[in-house]
């Protein structure tokens, strides 16, 4: 049975994402020119911090068994997925600008397949949680697909794709923890 001190840490990790996606997004959308090696670092702790949370949450929310099994697996691979990302990049920082888009791009799909799935069949969470779980995966897939079918794109373009990206969902990640802390 799910205690306060679990939901408490859960709806921390989330706050902690969404500030964290904040700060990416800031920095992307406002530092535009900034070159590959830098995006790379960013990304990196990026996917590093998200991929942290995600895992973090997904055995917490394991141990309160408030999602299916399936959501809990797919929350806990999308975290391990996260981290194993930052890590690569963090190790081949000289990664080619393709092979940085391929793993954005598919790391946002993925990701949104995961929210959007734990959205829409999800029962025993709030309907508020529900549905920024399926607006923070329809973006995620949404930009996700940007990136990947527009790898032609200027890096500036690119950026601030990524950035509007972490601007939009940041925000709808705090006010999640934040309805989980008032639940």
Do not use: C
């Amino acid at each position: 049975m799910a205690t306060q001190s679990d939901a408490k840490r859960a709806s921390n990790a989330l706050a902690l994402r969404g500030i964290v996606a904040i700060l990416f997004g800031i920095a992307a959308v406002f530092w535009p020119g900034i070159t590959l090696v830098t995006l790379v670092y960013l990304f990196s702790g990026f996917m590093l911090a998200s991929g942290l949370v995600t895992l973090v949450t997904g055995l917490i929310d394991a141990s309160r068994e408030r999602n299916s099994i399936l959501s809990l697996i797919l929350t806990v691979v999308l975290g391990i997925v996260e981290i194993g990302v930052g890590i690569y990049l963090l190790r081949h920082i000289g990664v080619a600008f393709t092979t940085f888009i391929l793993l954005i791009g598919f790391v946002l799909i993925f990701r949104g397949l995961v929210e959007l799935f734990n959205g829409l069949f999800e029962s025993e969470t709030s309907a508020m949680y529900r549905t920024a779980n399926v607006i923070i995966g329809a973006l995620a897939v949404l930009a996700g697909v940007i990136v990947l079918f527009q790898p032609v794109a200027s890096g500036v373009a690119f950026v601030w794709i990524l950035g509007l990206y972490a601007l939009l969902t940041g925000p709808l990640m705090i006010a999640l923890a934040l309805d989980i802390n008032k639940n």
